[in-house]
């Protein structure tokens, strides 16, 4: 099995695969009295043939070391992970190479840390590393499939 050493998660390094959400840094707005920094616009959301929508998913936690067998994509729509906790979780990607997945990379979370995966982005599934593993997930609403699945013939093993 071919090892792949988790990272963590920067804006630099993820930026070929879509956003890193976080409120780091200086607000873009200072809103409600003066009360609340608004971190403004930080992700593409891109849907083909349909609408954003708000979905809660509660996944079961992974450990560590985690065989990695499979990504998934998306090809009509973006979408975002927010967690609802400030529980680290796994983030895998993997760039496409004439329509299969390359090599993938292994990035962990800080607490805070969310990320929206670009339309048509390998992706691992949802890997929480505690529990209750609640997210909400902001992605396309709409007719047809929107889902490709790929089969590594020999798995992957993410390691800390």
């Given at each position: ?23 780091q840094g ?42 990695l067998d ?33 090599t993938p ?56």
């Amino acid at each position: 099995m071919t090892q792949i050493t988790l990272q963590p998660l920067t804006a630099g390094a993820f930026a070929p695969f879509g956003e890193v959400l976080e409120a780091q840094g200086d607000p873009d707005r200072i809103i409600n009295q003066g009360l609340c920094g608004r971190f403004h616009d930080r992700a593409t959301l891109d849907f083909v043939d349909g609408r954003a929508g708000i979905s809660l998913f509660r996944a079961e936690p992974r450990r560590l070391p985690l065989a990695l067998d499979m990504v998934e994509r998306h090809p009509d729509g973006s979408q975002a992970f927010l967690p609802m906790t400030q529980d680290p979780f796994l983030v895998v990607v993997a760039p496409d190479e004439d329509g299969r997945p390359g090599t993938p990379f292994a990035f962990v979370t800080a607490p805070g840390q969310g990320v929206n995966y670009h339309r048509g982005t390998w992706h691992g599934v949802l890997c929480p590393l505690a529990a209750p593993g609640l997210f909400a997930v902001v992605d396309r609403i709409g007719e047809g499939p929107n889902l490709e699945e790929y089969w590594f013939h020999t798995p992957y093993e993410v390691i800390a």
